[in-house]
């Protein structure tokens, strides 16, 4: 399967501190994409990182991309209460970033 | 508003019998794509849609079927459903520019018995 795995699967954490998740995949891609999840609810695009790109920032979210590793990492900084979510890493394998292989996410609870 | 509508957004209904759930863009996307989503696998895709009369398979099709007669509508349609067919499903659309991200809908909650 090309199915992306984050890393860890849940996690918990205070308001305040950073989350980070990952994100390993298997063959080359085209472009990376966080998406965001709350409960039962719609995903919504937080960020896309293109496979010629290493960083990324927007806002209070850092992603990174190694693809010599097919691994990247999503750090999202002074975490609140309204982060929690479920995180899912989405890779694109076409340039129109249309054919998405979603990875199965990780659960991020951040208590105040 | 730039949004994916999905209707209905829950649905109990019975094996075999036949639904239509509906799938609507205001954004001009040409591409639109339907996921289920179950516990511990994640968004698996469907079918999807480069444009106008132009569907694909995706990964898990089966029981499953699409129609693309206007550019802002993608109907799902399950002909007889079958109680592994229970799952959230959910409608995206995106540009098919490069680098377009994926709008999703807020998903519609089905349960055969």
């Known amino acids: 399967s090309q199915q992306g795995e984050e890393d860890p699967q849940a996690l918990s954490i205070q308001e305040g501190e950073n989350a980070t998740m990952n994100c390993s995949y298997k063959t080359s891609i085209n472009n990376l994409q966080w998406y965001r999840q709350n409960s039962g609810r719609g995903l919504v695009h937080l960020i896309l990182i293109r496979s010629n790109e290493r960083e990324k920032h927007s806002g209070r979210l850092r992603v990174t991309l190694d693809t010599s590793k097919k691994s990247s990492s999503l750090l999202i900084t002074a975490s609140r209460a309204a982060d929690t979510a479920s995180y899912f890493c989405a890779t694109a394998y076409n340039q129109a970033g249309t054919a998405l292989i979603f990875g199965k996410g990780t659960t991020l609870s951040v208590s105040s | 508003e730039a949004q994916v509508t999905q209707n209905p957004r829950y649905l109990i209904t019975v094996t075999g019998k036949k639904l239509t759930v509906t799938c609507s863009q205001n954004?001009?996307?040409?591409?639109m794509s339907w996921y289920r989503q179950d516990p511990g696998l994640g968004l698996r895709q469907i079918y999807y849609?480069?444009?106008?009369?132009?569907?694909d398979k995706g990964d898990v099709p089966e029981g499953y079927k699409v129609s693309r007669k206007e550019k802002r509508n993608f109907p799902l349609i399950l002909e007889s459903p079958s109680p592994n067919q229970t799952s959230l499903y959910f409608c995206?659309?995106?540009?098919?520019?490069?680098?377009?991200?994926?709008?999703f809908g807020p998903g519609t909650r089905l349960l055969v018995l």
């Open positions: 954004m001009n996307h040409e591409y």
């Open positions: 995206a659309s995106s540009s098919l520019r490069p680098g377009g991200t994926q709008y």
């Open positions: 849609s480069m444009n106008v009369e132009v569907t």
